[in-house]
């Protein structure tokens, strides 16, 4: 059989070796000279080891306001996961039964995943660049006060940005809820109901538990994919930007390791989210039995 | 039974939030993209028109042959040939990373456990990933100095980074994963025993390699295709920032178009991109049903 410890398996671990080394090398090599001394340089050798880069980091000292970068990042993600863990699951009990636009739904599903992100990007920004044109022509025909002295645009992180955000986090949710669901015991449920439960009581005490892992994986996917989401949101974030934009900026202007500290502050925050959301599903398993 | 006729519309309703972002974030964007492609535009406005000048602008001389190559195609040529190397490699070492996870480890757990290891930089930011290429490739990075100590060259080697090269090799780090996936679910899906029985009939690994797994793969390799190319062909951060920015591509025309206002410009080259891409999309898809594959 294939799974015979022969000479093959053994240069097929060498190479799936080489493979996770080249997924994981650079990372590290940036993470390494993130903790450089003052005098380091954007390439090796080190130049002695200190946490000098996350002060300067932290100071702001030639970075632009990355801590609110942070922080609007941090909360558009968090935002963009709770939405995409509840219209996703919501989504997918619906799709386990056809229903009237279910096919062109799924088809805009897949489309969405495929589309490319700055025609999307593009797409959302004239739209709200219109509705922006829309507002204002009602402040000034109707003589609305409010809308003539205030209004400056829709476009915005939280609308705009959100939006097509959620136009990328979304499919993997529902995806993932199919894929759930393509392997569901349809039977639990089934005997909840000829017990006499409501379909609500069904969903909370029988189908709820048993999908709990997986919807720890959806909300997984919802963070971390709008928390390093650039190409979607390139257009579309308004006055204030994330994080990956403010980076994608600094790669052409940034000429010292800090934005190497940087690039180890954000990859920690995620590996942090990964680990937490693996633990929660590896509880969540055993919790189940 | 009377409970159950109630239940499929309430179950059905359950979609509408979901529905309403997808009305809102994509179908009335790509009309509008489509719509406006057709308008006009001055240096602060776009302008409600029907007009064809933005189309004809992206193929100004492109049909004069005997000028050089037109902007567009030359564009859209170069995109092509980092969406076919990018291909090219993605799907020879993700298939081979998902054989070896399908076929070469014996325990599921480790199965979990390798398959997360591929996938958790996925969920780290891109932007980092790339730039993550510069202490290796630059100047003085480490693959220079390698070289140069080794008296392999004796000059820094350039093309490493800001490069084809290093274009072609971020996108091949960043998205191998898109053809792991697939091909890792289509291999899980193939019964073991097809293989025994093939085994047992005196196919050695090579034949059992491309006479049963590769076919039986296909769904995996063309979902995996797709989103390598669809992904390479809108592309304009990862060859901006790996090409030093001096490398072009459409998604870069759409992106500097649009920060100069020119948006019904963009739009139309939107729209070219988009409909290019789908018609890739509808060649491929013609050889699967990829809702059977989740």
């Not at chain 1, 996703?88 to 009990?93: C, K, N, T």
């Not at chain 1, 954000?266 to 937490?276: A, L, M, N, Q």
């Not at chain 2, 028109?49 to 190559?69: P, Q, R, T």
């Not at chain 2, 025309?253 to 739009?267: D, G, H, K, N, T």
Request: net charge neutral; hydrophobic share 55%; aromatic share 16%.
């Amino acid at each position: 059989m294939l799974n015979k410890k022969n000479k093959t398996y053994y240069v097929c671990v060498f190479f799936f070796c080489l493979f996770v080394l080249f997924l994981y090398g650079p990372t590290f090599t940036i993470i390494l000279l993130s903790f450089q001394g003052p005098d380091g340089g954007l390439t090796f050798p080190l130049n002695g080891v200190s946490t000098y880069w996350f002060e300067e980091l932290w100071r702001g000292g030639s970075v632009v306001d990355i801590g609110s970068a942070f922080k609007r990042s941090i909360i558009l993600g968090a935002i963009v996961m709770v939405l995409t863990v509840l219209l996703s699951v919501s989504a997918g009990l619906a799709f386990r039964k056809k229903f009237w636009g279910s096919d062109t739904l799924f088809f805009a599903t897949v489309a969405s995943l495929i589309v490319p992100s700055i025609v999307l990007s593009l797409g959302v920004a004239l739209q709200f660049r219109l509705l922006d044109d829309f507002t204002k022509w009602l402040g000034s025909t109707f003589d609305i006060n409010y809308i003539n002295e205030f209004f400056q645009t829709t476009l915005g992180m939280f609308t705009s940005g959100l939006g097509a955000q959620l136009t990328w986090t979304l499919p993997f949710g529902l995806l993932i809820m199919f894929a759930v669901f393509n392997r569901f015991d349809k039977s639990y449920e089934e005997a909840a109901r000829d017990l006499g439960a409501t379909p609500w009581k069904t969903f909370k005490e029988v189908v709820f538990p048993l999908i709990a892992p997986s919807i720890i994986g959806i909300a997984l996917f919802g963070f971390t994919l709008s928390y390093d989401e650039l190409a979607r949101s390139s257009q579309v974030m308004g006055a204030g930007n994330t994080l990956p934009l403010e980076l994608k900026g600094l790669t052409t202007t940034v000429t010292t390791p800090v934005i190497y500290a940087l690039g180890t502050v954000t990859t920690f925050v995620s590996f942090s989210v990964i680990g937490v959301s693996i633990a929660c599903y590896i509880w969540l398993k055993r919790k189940r039995g | 039974m009377m409970k159950f006729l109630k239940l499929k519309p309430t179950v059905g309703l359950l979609s509408i939030p979901y529905s309403l972002i997808f009305i809102f974030f994509f179908f009335i964007p790509l009309t509008l993209t489509f719509i406006i492609s057709f308008w006009d535009y001055n240096e602060y406005s776009i302008i409600p028109d029907f007009i064809f000048e933005n189309y004809a602008y992206i193929f100004k001389d492109c049909l004069n042959f005997e000028k050089d190559i037109c902007v567009t195609f030359k564009t859209y040529l170069s995109t092509f040939i980092f969406c076919f190397i990018t291909w090219f490699f993605t799907l020879i070492i993700g298939f081979f990373v998902a054989y070896f996870l399908a076929f070469y480890v014996n325990s599921i757990t480790w199965q979990i456990v390798l398959f997360l290891l591929c996938t958790i930089p996925f969920w780290t930011s891109n932007v980092i990933r790339m730039i993550s290429w510069i202490p290796l490739l630059g100047r003085n990075g480490l693959v220079n100095d390698f070289l140069l100590s080794t008296g392999l060259a004796d000059a820094p080697q350039e093309w490493l980074l800001y490069s084809g090269f290093s274009i072609v090799l971020a996108f091949v780090h960043l998205y191998t994963l898109f053809m792991i996936v697939p091909i890792f679910n289509s291999m899980m899906r193939i019964d073991k025993s097809i293989i025994e029985a093939a085994y047992d009939n005196g196919a050695n690994g090579l034949q059992i390699l491309w006479n049963v797994i590769i076919p039986l793969c296909k769904p995996g390799i063309v979902i995996g295709s797709i989103f390598v190319i669809t992904v390479v062909m809108g592309d304009f951060i990862t060859i901006g920032i790996m090409g030093g920015q001096q490398i072009p591509s459409i998604g870069k025309i759409i992106y500097v178009e649009m920060s100069y206002l020119q948006l019904p410009a963009a739009a139309a080259n939107a729209v070219i991109l988009l409909a290019l891409t789908l018609l890739i999309i509808w060649i491929m898809t013609k050889m699967i049903d990829i809702r059977k594959e989740l």
